[in-house]
């Protein structure tokens, strides 16, 4: 336990865990993590944006197949970068059988953002992926593993195939993932992925990655253990329902006097960390933990330490819009932050914590006002087509599509795009496209690190004071 790190910090939205902050906390000898989710996309933008600093054409430099990183910064990277006001170049959507320059692209963005997080220092990254952003996994965990990353996170969803992705990549074979279909005649789809075929010659990798399973409960956690065989997992992340982003369903629900579904969380919903520490894994907890007192709690409970987001997604390292960052600080600063639970807006049906914030998805005029579109895929849904093919529908797109596809309109209700939100809210949107921001419940830290309601703190402030120390931490490497 003396050589785990006591803070994991949380894979955040689209590229709020940018390689700048994971770097960051990785350098102070805790694990940093990078968002998995739309790598692809942020990659392609920040090219045509110019790629700043030259960071992923630096990073691109050391892939070790440079027609393909030279193909991708070829289609992608503008000198001088696009301004703000002209459309991104369209990033091919997800799909079973994707194009090889998509597969190319997601390839090397995770190679890209993991080895730039890694560089310079010796320390730990973890790369956090979504089981329901699942058409991509093959090809983005080859990229990740290409460039070293030392352990994979994922939850939102029962991520088991994962050990069997990567012992098939070590082992150089092909690799499968398998894809539920809704439907009466296909009950899945298997995705196939023979790296030596792509790359023309067998590829090796630097290390065997760890995994970590994202859980919120003790029965998922032995489910995981029962069902994988041993030394698969290398522990797990238990978030509680405060946690930021997707959360676990609750095991009741009620419905407002507008009939709009309310999560509610009680006595069945809580975790058993002495039946935790049973399984004889390190474990680490999320959801309202960033405090030293609940970094202490959660060492006597037995855990290895805690898994915080927020704290980190409103450091000055984040890769967290600024202005809205500085928003939520002050509205957190002054205690007038309301995060609520909404159980409508994620396509994928789990709850979601959302940030009420004015000019975001969070509130209804700018809701009502946002013509629906499902221009990036990554949350759609497979479904058997009538022609017996595989389709794509996302109850978030516009409704009559969605019915025309075989989905029911109440699922439509209060669904939002959480791709396009997600990526304004990392500066990456498309024009016009409002961002909603996630946070987990608690920001009581803000009080602890901010002078004032103005101010602001880094990575090494928020480490230094969750672990309760009050001199300057020793970087790695």
Known sequence: MATLPKIIQGGMGVNISGWPLAQAVSRLGQQGTISGVALERIMARILQRGDPGGHIRRALSSFPFQDIADRVVSRYFVQGGISKT???????????????????????????????????????????????????????????????????????????????????????????????????????????????????????????????????????????????????????????????????????????????????????????????????????????????????????????????????????????????????????????????????????????KVVCLKGTLSNSIIYNGRVRICNHGALTELYERPDGNVGYRCPAEIEQQFVMKGGKIDETLGRGCLCSGLLSTAGYGDHGEPPIVTLGDDVSFLRKLMKDRSSSYTVEDAINWLLDCHRPLIQHG
């Open 86 to 352: 002209v459309p991104f170049k369209k990033v091919p959507i997800f799909t079973v059988n994707m194009p090889r320059l998509l597969i190319e692209l997601i390839i090397c963005a995770s190679f890209a953002f993991v080895w730039l997080a890694k560089e310079g220092h010796s320390n730990e990254i973890s790369i956090n992926y979504m089981e329901k952003v699942a058409m991509p996994h093959l090809y983005a965990i080859t990229g990740a593993m290409l460039a070293g990353v030392d352990c994979i996170t994922m939850g939102a969803g029962i991520p088991l195939q994962i050990p069997a992705v990567i012992n098939a990549l070590l082992e150089g074979k092909s690799v499968e993932y398998r894809l539920p279909v809704s439907g009466t005649n296909i009950a899945g789809y298997t995705m196939k992925f023979n790296p030596e075929n792509f790359f023309g010659r067998q590829i090796s990798f630097p290390k065997r990655p760890k995994f970590l399973p994202i859980v919120a409960s003790n029965l998922l956690a032995k489910f995981f253990k029962k069902k994988l065989p041993e030394g698969s997992i290398s522990g797990f992340v238990i978030e509680e329902p405060t946690a930021g982003g997707h959360n676990a369903p609750p095991r009741k629900i009620i419905r407002d006097k507008s009939g709009i579904p309310l999560p509610i969380y009680g006595a069945k919903d809580i975790v058993d960390y002495e039946e935790i520490a049973r399984l004889g894994l390190p474990f680490w907890i999320g959801g309202s933990h960033a405090s030293p007192k609940k970094l202490r709690w959660a060492l006597d409970a037995g855990a290895a330490g805690i898994q915080a987001g927020s704290i980190f997604a409103l450091s000055e390292e984040s890769g967290m819009d600024p202005v809205i960052r500085k928003r939520i600080r002050q509205l957190g600063f002054d205690g007038n932050l309301h995060v609520k639970t909404d159980m409508r807006i994620s396509p994928t049906g789990f709850p979601f």
